[in-house]
T-cell receptor, first 113, second 116 residues
Framework: SQELEQSPQSLIVQEGKNLTINCTSSKTLYGLYWYKQKYGEGLIFLMMLQKGGEEKSHEKITAKLDEKKQQSSLHITASQPSHAGIYLCGADINVGSQGNLIFGKGTKLSVKP | DAGVIQSPRHEVTEMGQEVTLRCKPISGHDYLFWYRQTMMRGLELLIYFNNNVPIDDSGMPEDRFSAKMPNASFSTLKIQPSEPRDSAVYFC??????????????FGSGTRLTVV
């Protein structure tokens, strides 16, 4: 069963618009990772969140972790064509994390110029 | 650092043939992971190593799949015999520590395997 659900599955936005991608876990989160993937390429690490309420930003991308809701959100401000790609969330779901990092199926983002 | 290096980038093989995928992790990283990505199932963890020792191989689909890490700088994933349903992109990733690292897991560019 899928333990990490991402929504939406795909998203098309106009350049300059803001957007939010969500990642919800069916289990307690012990670490939440956001990655970006372009077609045919590997995953690029964006940021990692460990504590409830934690928020991190990198350029125009902000991620938050809501531990109680077992959910994380990724927000992009003033989207650009360079933001296009597949965004994946990954999570440690074991206490002390033995490296069992699972991933959602991803959100495909297209940005129209 | 050149990052995690995987070879080959693309592999096309006939059903029944043996396939070997290779990975060189980032120097100094003590965790190495093998993932498989398909449209249907997304990204799945196959096996991971800590200090060259396999820790969890519960994600390996069948006995046809095997992975080794003979030293800290090299790992292989072998499929024998290969089947069309093995077609996927296989990623290798390495990390210093999954628990405390703020750098996440570093992924290679992947090997796109097609079994015909």
């Amino acid at each position: 069963s899928q333990e990490l659900e991402q929504s939406p599955q795909s998203l098309i936005v106009q350049e300059g618009k803001n957007l939010t991608i969500n990642c919800t876990s069916s289990k307690t989160l012990y670490g939440l990772y956001w990655y970006k993937q372009k077609y045919g390429e590997g995953l690029i690490f964006l940021m990692m969140l460990q504590k409830g309420g934690e928020e991190k930003s990198h350029e125009k991308i902000t991620a938050k972790l809501d531990e109680k809701k077992q959910q994380s959100s990724l927000h992009i401000t003033a989207s650009q064509p360079s933001h296009a790609g597949i965004y994946l969330c990954g999570a440690d779901i074991n206490v002390g994390s033995q490296g069992n990092l699972i991933f959602g199926k991803g959100t495909k983002l297209s940005v129209k110029p | 650092d050149a990052g995690v290096i995987q070879s080959p980038r693309h592999e096309v093989t006939e059903m029944g043939q043996e396939v070997t995928l290779r990975c060189k992790p980032i120097s100094g990283h003590d965790y190495l992971f093998w993932y498989r990505q398909t449209m249907m199932r997304g990204l799945e963890l196959l096996i991971y190593f800590n200090n060259n020792v396999p820790i969890d191989d519960s994600g390996m689909p069948e006995d046809r799949f095997s992975a080794k890490m003979p030293n800290a700088s090299f790992s292989t994933l072998k499929i024998q015999p290969s089947e069309p349903r093995d077609s996927a992109v296989y990623f290798c990733a390495s990390s210093l520590s999954p628990v405390i690292s703020n750098y996440g897991y570093t992924f290679g560019s992947g090997t796109r395997l097609t079994v015909v």
